[in-house]
């Protein structure tokens, strides 16, 4: 199971490497010092210039995974207006658990069996009830998310020569798979109800923050720019209707 965890494992050397960063790049690092014992990591994690600083490292490659992450995806987030560091932590967390081999195609760990495909996903839900059915659920909607997040190239590439399904199909599942997850006895006894009903709710803007991250560091040359453009274009413009 993902939890959201990933921001409460920061602590006093990724503070100092985050003043470090800010430092250098022009903030006043007394100031900086003064703001981290008055307000906490936060103020380090959410200032401005924080992702610059930290993409700007030459030693990109040796910095810690989870901060680089954190911080890029929450700034993303709050481009999008998803002010909610929960959902920036769980995004975190499904991004940092999902690189792992295989672990996107599984509901959890050590499962034996993989998924694929977000229907046989929901064949399976159809069927499965306590625990398990919890999982399927949660699963659902983090591969959902995670496949229309960081891979929206390649689903609109297949959208366009009607080989695949298109990003709505992906939200709509992936919405489902929170909602139902959101309901389970499991998900309230474990507190994570309201993560999941977020989750739901906020899915689009999720995704929208997750194709930013992708676009700037992981696919900032995409094979057809074209499919990124009209991509980009038609979120664009759901943003807009959505603000109206």
Same mark, same amino acid.
């Given at each position: 199971?993902?939890?959201?965890?990933? #921001?409460?494992?920061?602590?006093?050397?990724? =503070?100092?490497?985050?003043? $470090?960063?800010?430092?250098?790049?022009?903030?006043?690092?007394?100031?900086?010092?003064?703001?981290?014992?008055?307000? *906490?990591?936060?103020?380090?994690?959410?200032?401005?210039?924080?992702?610059?600083?930290?993409?700007?490292?030459?030693?990109?490659?040796?910095?810690?995974?989870?901060?680089?992450?954190?911080?890029?995806?929450?700034?993303?987030?709050?481009?999008?207006?998803?002010?909610?560091?929960?959902?920036?932590?769980?995004?975190?967390?499904?991004?940092?658990?999902?690189?792992?081999?295989?672990? /996107?195609?599984?509901?959890?760990?050590?499962?034996?069996?993989? $998924?694929? $495909?977000?229907?046989?996903?929901?064949?399976?839900? /159809?069927?499965?009830?306590?625990?398990? *059915?919890?999982?399927?659920? =949660?699963?659902?909607?983090?591969?959902?998310? @995670? +496949?229309?997040?960081?891979?929206?190239? @390649?689903?609109?590439? %297949?959208?366009?020569?009607?080989?695949?399904?298109?990003?709505?199909?992906?939200?709509?599942?992936?919405?489902?798979?929170?909602?139902?997850?959101?309901?389970?006895?499991?998900? %309230? #006894?474990?507190?994570?109800?309201?993560? $999941?009903?977020?989750? =739901?709710?906020?899915?689009?803007?999720? #995704?929208?923050? +997750?194709?930013?991250?992708?676009?700037?560091?992981?696919?900032?040359?995409?094979?057809?720019?074209?499919?990124?453009?009209?991509?980009?274009?038609?979120?664009?413009?759901? =943003?807009? #209707?959505?603000?109206?």
């Amino acid at each position: 199971m993902i939890l959201p965890d990933v #921001r409460a494992s920061f602590g006093r050397d990724d =503070a100092a490497r985050l003043v $470090y960063l800010l430092a250098h790049e022009g903030e006043d690092r007394t100031r900086l010092e003064t703001l981290v014992s008055e307000r *906490g990591i936060d103020a380090l994690l959410d200032h401005p210039k924080a992702p610059g600083a930290l993409a700007a490292e030459p030693g990109l490659s040796a910095l810690p995974l989870a901060l680089f992450s954190y911080v890029s995806l929450r700034h993303s987030l709050l481009e999008g207006g998803v002010e909610s560091r929960l959902m920036a932590d769980y995004v975190t967390s499904i991004f940092l658990h999902f690189a792992r081999e295989a672990r /996107a195609h599984r509901i959890a760990e050590y499962d034996d069996c993989e $998924y694929h $495909y977000l229907v046989d996903l929901m064949a399976e839900i /159809a069927e499965s009830d306590g625990r398990r *059915g919890f999982l399927l659920s =949660a699963h659902l909607g983090n591969f959902a998310l @995670w +496949l229309s997040g960081l891979f929206p190239d @390649w689903i609109c590439t %297949r959208e366009r020569r009607r080989a695949g399904p298109d990003l709505g199909y992906y939200e709509a599942m992936g919405q489902t798979g929170f909602s139902l997850a959101a309901d389970a006895p499991f998900a %309230r #006894r474990q507190q994570l109800d309201g993560c $999941y009903r977020d989750a =739901a709710k906020t899915f689009t803007a999720l #995704r929208v923050a +997750l194709n930013r991250f992708s676009d700037r560091f992981l696919t900032p040359r995409p094979a057809s720019p074209v499919d990124r453009l009209l991509r980009q274009v038609v979120d664009d413009f759901e =943003a807009q #209707r959505l603000q109206a």
